[in-house]
C-alpha cells in the first residue's frame, strides 16, 4: 500500500491503539568537510545521537535542553526538511524516513511546525490573507470561500478578522505568533511541533499563547512536540517530558513526576535553574546547579556526555554510556548513579529498549 493510501483523510488517528509518531533509535549527524580542492569529511556534529521515542495522540510532549542540545534538528528531522542520518521515524504506522517529496505530501499536510521567531518565519512581503491562502489551498478550500475561512481562523486565534490585509510587521509578537499558529491550523493538521514557540514573547504573552494551544488541542485534537530551552515553560503544557543533553536523551518522564522526583542529575539542575517569584527565597534556597558551557558535539565527552559537568561522576560514568533505565510509571533516565530512587527501586528497574545502542549493560547503583 502507499503511503497516501495508508495515510489517507479521516483514517484511523492511532493504528491498533499505536502511538501516533514513533521515532526510533534517530540518529543525524552533520558533516564537518575541510579542503580546499577536494571535500573532505573531518568529522561529525552529533547533533541526535539514537534517540528514541514515542508520542501517543492528544499528547503534549516537551522537549527540553540546553541551547546546541539538538531540539531544533530533532524536530526538522521529524517533520523530514533535513534527513536523517540512521534510525527510523513512523507516522501513524507508516514508515516516512526515507519517503519522497510526493509521498511527504499528505503528512505534510498533518504535521506542522510553529517556530520561535514568528517575525522570521512569516514572509514580510506578504499580507496575512496570502500567508493563509497556501495552506488553506492544500487543504481543499475553493478560492470563493477562502476568506471567510481566513476570517474564521483569524478570529478563533484571537486576531480581528479585519485585518486581514495587515503585513506582518502591523503587528506585535504576540500577534504575530498567533498568525503562526493560524497558518499551522489551517490545514487541518494532527500534530504540530512548537519550536520555542513563546520564548520570543514577553512573560504576560507567553502565558495567553500557552492558553490558546491548550484551547486548540482540546477543540482539534491535536498532539504537540513543544519545545523549550528551560522547565519552566513546559510545566503546565506537558503530559510528560523529554530532557536532552548534547544530541542524547537523559529523562523522560511523566511531567508532574519529573519536577517532584528528577532521577538524572542534569534535570536537577536544570530545575534548579528556574528563578522563583520571590528574589529572598530565591537566594536562600540550595539547588544543585551545573557551571560552564557544553561540551563540543564535534567530539563529545565519552561514557556520559554529562560527566565533564555533572557533581555526581565517579570513573564508570567516564568510560561507559547509561542505558536508558526504565523505573516504575514509565519514567525513564540515563544515569549510573540515579537520584530519588531506593535500592529497591532500581532491583525492580530494567533496560529500555531504547537505549542508545553505544550504552554499556551495566545497571545503575544505589546511593551509598
Ligand atoms: N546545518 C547544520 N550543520 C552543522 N551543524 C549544525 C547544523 N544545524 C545545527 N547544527 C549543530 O547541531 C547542534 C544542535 O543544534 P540545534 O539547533 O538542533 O540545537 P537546539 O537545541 O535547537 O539549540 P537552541 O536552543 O539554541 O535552539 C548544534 O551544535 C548546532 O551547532
Ligand atoms: S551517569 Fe554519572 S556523570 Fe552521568 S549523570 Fe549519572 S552520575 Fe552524572
Ligand atoms: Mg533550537
Same mark, same amino acid.
Given at each position: 500500500?502507499?503511503?497516501?493510501?495508508?495515510?489517507?483523510?479521516?483514517?484511523?488517528?492511532?493504528?491498533?491503539?499505536?502511538?501516533?509518531?514513533?521515532?526510533?533509535?534517530?540518529?543525524?549527524?552533520?558533516?564537518?568537510?575541510?579542503?580546499?580542492?577536494?571535500?573532505?569529511?573531518?568529522?561529525?556534529?552529533?547533533?541526535?545521537?539514537?534517540?528514541?521515542?514515542?508520542?501517543?495522540?492528544?499528547?503534549?510532549?516537551?522537549?527540553?535542553?540546553?541551547?546546541? *542540545?539538538?531540539?531544533?534538528?530533532?524536530?526538522?528531522?521529524?517533520?523530514?526538511?533535513?534527513?536523517?542520518?540512521?534510525?527510523?521515524?513512523?507516522?501513524?504506522?507508516?514508515?516516512?524516513?526515507?519517503?519522497?517529496?510526493?509521498?511527504?505530501?499528505?503528512?505534510?499536510?498533518?504535521?506542522?511546525?510553529?517556530?520561535?521567531?514568528?517575525?522570521?518565519?512569516?514572509?514580510?512581503?506578504?499580507?496575512?490573507?496570502?500567508?493563509?491562502?497556501?495552506?488553506?489551498?492544500?487543504?481543499?478550500? /475553493?478560492?470563493?470561500?477562502?476568506?471567510?475561512?481566513?476570517?474564521?481562523?483569524?478570529?478563533?486565534?484571537?486576531?480581528?478578522?479585519?485585518?486581514?490585509?495587515?503585513?506582518?510587521?502591523?503587528?506585535?509578537?504576540?500577534?504575530?505568533?498567533?498568525?503562526?499558529?493560524?497558518?499551522?491550523?489551517?490545514?487541518?493538521?494532527?500534530?504540530?511541533?512548537?519550536?520555542?514557540?513563546?520564548?520570543?514573547?514577553?512573560?504576560?504573552?507567553?502565558?495567553?499563547?500557552?492558553?490558546?494551544?491548550?484551547?486548540?488541542?482540546?477543540?482539534?485534537?491535536?498532539?504537540?512536540?513543544?519545545?523549550?530551552?528551560?522547565?519552566?515553560?513546559?510545566?503546565?503544557?506537558?503530559?510528560?517530558?523529554?530532557?536532552?543533553?548534547?544530541?542524547?536523551?537523559?529523562?523522560?518522564?511523566?511531567?508532574?513526576?519529573?519536577?517532584?522526583?528528577?532521577?538524572?542529575?542534569?534535570?536537577?539542575?536544570?530545575?534548579?535553574?528556574?528563578?522563583?517569584?520571590?528574589?529572598?527565597?530565591?537566594?536562600?534556597?540550595?539547588?544543585?546547579?551545573?557551571?560552564?558551557?557544553?561540551?563540543?558535539?564535534?567530539?563529545?565527552?565519552?561514557?556520559?556526555?554529562?560527566?565533564?559537568? *555533572?557533581?555526581? /561522576?565517579?570513573?564508570? *560514568?567516564?568510560?561507559?554510556?547509561?542505558?536508558?533505565?526504565?523505573?516504575?510509571?514509565?519514567?525513564?533516565?540515563?544515569?549510573?548513579?540515579?537520584?530519588?530512587?531506593?535500592?529497591?527501586?532500581?532491583?525492580?528497574?530494567?533496560?529500555?529498549?531504547?537505549?542508545? /545502542?553505544?550504552?554499556?549493560?551495566?545497571?545503575?547503583?544505589?546511593?551509598?
Amino acid at each position: 500500500m502507499s503511503l497516501e493510501a495508508e495515510l489517507e483523510p479521516g483514517a484511523p488517528i492511532e493504528r491498533d491503539g499505536g502511538p501516533l509518531l514513533e521515532v526510533d533509535h534517530l540518529k543525524v549527524l552533520f558533516p564537518i568537510k575541510a579542503g580546499v580542492l577536494v571535500d573532505r569529511k573531518v568529522g561529525f556534529v552529533h547533533a541526535v545521537d539514537d534517540v528514541s521515542f514515542e508520542l501517543r495522540s492528544g499528547e503534549t510532549l516537551g522537549i527540553v535542553g540546553e541551547s546546541g *542540545c539538538g531540539k531544533t534538528t530533532l524536530i526538522r528531522a521529524l517533520v523530514r526538511l533535513i534527513d536523517a542520518t540512521d534510525g527510523a521515524i513512523r507516522f501513524r504506522g507508516a514508515d516516512i524516513t526515507r519517503s519522497g517529496r510526493k509521498d511527504l505530501e499528505p503528512i505534510r499536510r498533518e504535521m506542522q511546525m510553529v517556530f520561535q521567531d514568528p517575525q522570521a518565519s512569516l514572509n514580510p512581503r506578504k499580507r496575512v490573507s496570502q500567508i493563509l491562502a497556501t495552506p488553506l489551498g492544500m487543504r481543499g478550500v /475553493a478560492k470563493g470561500r477562502m476568506q471567510e475561512e481566513s476570517h474564521r481562523l483569524l478570529q478563533r486565534v484571537g486576531l480581528h478578522p479585519e485585518h486581514i490585509n495587515r503585513f506582518p510587521h502591523e503587528f506585535s509578537g504576540g500577534q504575530r505568533q498567533r498568525i503562526g499558529i493560524a497558518r499551522a491550523l489551517a490545514v487541518d493538521p494532527r500534530l504540530i511541533m512548537l519550536d520555542e514557540p513563546v520564548s520570543a514573547l514577553d512573560v504576560s504573552i507567553q502565558a495567553q499563547v500557552i492558553n490558546l494551544l491548550d484551547e486548540l488541542q482540546e477543540e482539534f485534537h491535536l498532539s504537540y512536540l513543544f519545545v523549550a530551552h528551560d522547565l519552566s515553560v513546559v510545566r503546565h503544557v506537558s503530559d510528560r517530558i523529554v530532557v536532552m543533553y548534547l544530541g542524547k536523551l537523559m529523562e523522560v518522564s511523566p511531567a508532574e513526576e519529573l519536577y517532584s522526583r528528577p532521577i538524572h542529575p542534569y534535570t536537577s539542575a536544570l530545575l534548579g535553574a528556574i528563578p522563583l517569584p520571590d528574589p529572598n527565597e530565591n537566594r536562600a534556597r540550595d539547588r544543585p546547579t551545573i557551571t560552564g558551557e557544553p561540551p563540543n558535539p564535534i567530539r563529545p565527552p565519552s561514557g556520559c556526555r554529562f560527566h565533564t559537568r *555533572c557533581p555526581r /561522576a565517579t570513573e564508570i *560514568c567516564r568510560s561507559v554510556e547509561p542505558q536508558l533505565t526504565e523505573y516504575a510509571g514509565g519514567h525513564l533516565a540515563a544515569c549510573h548513579h540515579p537520584q530519588h530512587v531506593t535500592a529497591h527501586e532500581i532491583a525492580e528497574s530494567t533496560r529500555s529498549p531504547t537505549s542508545p /545502542a553505544s550504552a554499556g549493560d551495566e545497571p545503575p547503583t544505589a546511593d551509598e
